[in-house]
């Protein structure tokens, strides 16, 4: 599937039927949970993502009708009653799954992306939750530093009210800069020095040979 917007709203539908399967409207309910906090989620653009996983091959569906269908008796419709469809995640899902939570990259530190990467983190190894922690807090604070330009070159020019948005905007990322050197300290802590991680490879020693110093070379008697 491809990146962007498609890439966001897989890689969410496919983390949250890593956690269980779901049935179409608890994985709405729970896209919208998870998407909705960060942007605006469109329901219509989640079907089209499905029947794309499901061509992918990285889900499959399963329901009453189906299930009855495949044992080769005829499907039993209850009054008022209607098969849910539950979705679950393929072994191919979940591999693209960890290729998905492996990327670190500029696009996973997009403020439509960020959130969705970070609610997977428990899935997504150390380094790569270091490396999108600090993408993130470059990317605002290079943000950080256009706003804070163009706010002392159009201050005098500002209303009241427009004034103190600015303010707002420029606060609200201020905090978000604080929260993830938090969580940066946090990650580095809990994550052994490079060191640990990389150890060097151990020297071979040879014990020198009768007769030599420390050196390897042979020892000179004295001469009286």
């Avoid at 998407?35 to 989640?46: E, T």
Wanted: net charge negative; glycine share 10%.
């Amino acid at each position: 599937m491809a990146g962007g917007r498609g890439g966001v709203l897989e890689l969410a539908v496919l983390g949250s039927l890593h956690e269980t399967p779901l049935h179409g409207y608890e994985l709405r309910k729970r896209l919208n949970a998870l998407l909705g906090m960060f942007r605006a989620f469109s329901y219509g653009s989640l079907y089209p993502c499905l029947r794309q996983l499901l061509n992918d091959g990285l889900i499959i569906e399963d329901g009453d009708a189906p299930a009855a269908a495949a044992s080769g008796e005829a499907p039993t419709v209850l009054s008022g009653r209607r098969s849910k469809i539950v979705y679950r995640l393929t072994a191919e899902g979940k591999e693209r799954l960890q290729e998905l939570l492996t990327q670190a990259g500029p696009s996973a530190w997009e403020d439509e992306s960020f959130g969705v990467h970070f609610a997977f983190f428990r899935h997504t190894e150390a380094e790569v939750r270091l490396r999108i922690l600090e993408g993130r807090r470059s990317r605002l604070e290079e943000r950080l530093d256009g706003v804070r330009t163009a706010l002392a070159r159009t201050r005098e020019r500002l209303d009241s009210y427009t004034l103190e948005l600015q303010r707002h905007g420029l606060e609200s990322v201020e905090r978000e800069v604080r929260w993830l050197n938090e969580l940066i300290a946090t990650e580095r802590r809990a994550s052994p020095p490079e060191a640990e991680r990389h150890p060097a490879p151990e020297e071979s020693f040879r014990a020198p040979a009768p007769g030599t110093g420390t050196t390897g070379r042979h020892a000179v008697p004295e001469e009286n």
